[in-house]
């Protein structure tokens, strides 16, 4: 079971990575640690797909780094029942994140954090 678990939070998790480096090759030649990455919105058919793929049931908790919108954990919880907890570094984008989980009534199991995914302790 742990080991079932291990595997849809891999498949989770190298989804998201795989869309941050595609994001992150858009200018390879910026210096990743001067300024703030913008917000590039993962369409929705892209997070269904990887939600998908990872099996998330409603005894998984989802984890989003730079949650942007909320929009992949929000939906986890909506479709799935799962928790989650998105990290987002703009403040602004966490507010609504919240407002928008509010609105579509999963609020109870999930929650936005302000912060730097580079400095935030997942284990």
């Known amino acids: 079971m742990k080991t079932?678990?291990?595997?849809?939070?891999?498949?989770?998790i190298a989804g998201l990575l795989v869309i941050s480096a595609c994001e992150l090759?858009?200018?390879?030649?910026?210096d990743w640690t001067g300024g703030e990455a913008s917000?590039?919105?993962?369409?929705?058919?892209?997070?269904?797909r990887m939600l998908e793929m990872a099996q998330v049931g409603a005894r998984d908790v989802v984890y989003d780094l730079g949650s942007g919108?909320?929009?992949?954990?929000?939906?986890?919880?909506e479709k799935?029942?799962?928790k989650g907890v998105g990290i987002e570094i703009?403040?602004?984008l966490v507010e609504r994140s919240r407002e928008?989980?509010?609105?579509?009534?999963?609020?109870?199991?999930?929650?936005?954090r302000a912060g730097d995914i580079r400095k935030t302790d997942v284990s």
């Open 69 to 77: 919108d909320g929009r992949i954990v929000i939906r986890a919880a």
């Open 39 to 48: 917000f590039i919105p993962t369409p929705m058919e892209v997070a269904e």
């Open 25 to 30: 090759m858009e200018d390879i030649t910026k």
């Open 100 to 112: 928008e989980a509010k609105r579509r009534g999963v609020s109870r199991l999930v929650e936005f």
């Open 4 to 12: 079932a678990l291990h595997y849809r939070v891999a498949v989770l």
């Open 90 to 92: 703009d403040p602004k």
């Open 80 to 82: 799935y029942g799962a």
